[in-house]
């Protein structure tokens, strides 16, 4: 991860055109696909992503604004979001209190 990103709080996992997967842990993995590995070039959603990575980048853009931006960007170019599947945590049921024995 380079000095100057932006991490986001939850990566995106992003279906691509061949069928693979790939996960953007923050706005400078997004905008390095976004300008060197993108199917599309003229789309009005990769323009704006572009846009407002490069601004989260800068600090002046919030870092949730790029991953939505980026979101929409893979979805206008036919790359849905893959949502990781719900990992619930274990139901922990209390100890039941020891009876105590009557003597």
Known sequence: MPLNDVPWTR????????????????VYDALD????????????????????????LSGTIPAVIAREAFVAACLEAGMPAVMAP?????????RRPAHAAVI
């Open 11 to 26: 990566p995106v996992r992003i279906r691509l055109q061949c069928g693979l997967d790939r996960t953007f842990t923050g």
């Open 86 to 94: 719900c990992r619930r945590k274990p139901t922990v049921h209390p």
């Open 33 to 56: 696909f976004l300008e060197n590995e993108w199917p599309l070039r003229h789309g009005e959603r990769h323009q704006r992503a572009v846009k407002t990575c490069r601004g989260a």
